[in-house]
């Protein structure tokens, strides 16, 4: 009798034991697989932020082309004709990558884009009196406008700087 109760309770507690350990199993693969779930949704974040991210980047290297291109253009007397549309049209895409920042955040880099946005639209509207035909009346205003780009131009320079060091702590790129 003393065996069979041996071999019952003997019996109890590796079944207890096996699971016990299979329940251990289960919730190590269970671990294992949020933190693999965790870890791929971190680097897709990352992957569409940098994406993002470079986006405005590149839409602003358009824009700041085309507004370059048109103040050569004005210095050297040349015809801006269409000109004006393609800085919108680069003002535009701009805008539009700005928006997309806002999908991924984080809020630091939202607000960097905002400002890109803001400080691009002013600058693009200084640049207006430089879109419009030339004549002889409004040289003179053309003269003050061209002066007047510096400010502008630099308030858009610094926001983008600020918008890359946003970015690059967001994506933990050192610096």
């Known amino acids: 009798m003393a065996g069979l109760v041996g071999a019952a309770v003997g019996g109890y507690f590796a079944k207890a034991g096996a699971v016990q350990g299979a329940k251990t199993a289960a919730d190590a693969v269970a671990r294992q697989v949020e933190e693999q779930r965790a870890h791929e949704l971190t680097q897709w974040i990352r992957q569409e ?15 700041a082309g085309r507004l370059a291109a048109l103040r050569v253009a004005v210095e050297r007397g040349s015809v801006v004709g269409a000109m004006g549309e393609q800085v ?18 984080p809020e630091p880099v939202w607000i960097a884009a905002d400002r890109v946005r803001s400080t691009a639209h002013q600058c693009v509207i200084a ?12 040289e003179g205003q ?5 002066h007047d780009l510096a400010r502008p131009r630099e308030e858009m320079r610094s926001a983008m700087t600020d918008f890359s060091a946003r970015s690059r702590e967001a994506l933990e790129v050192p610096s």
């Open 88 to 105: 919108d049209e680069a003002w535009t895409l701009l805008s539009l990558a700005c928006s997309g920042v806002h999908l991924f955040g």
């Open 142 to 146: 053309r003269v003050l406008a061209r």
């Open 127 to 138: 640049h207006r009196p430089l879109m419009t035909p030339a004549s002889d009346a409004d």
């Open 49 to 63: 932020r940098r994406a993002a991210f470079g986006e405005v980047v590149r839409a602003h290297g358009e824009l």
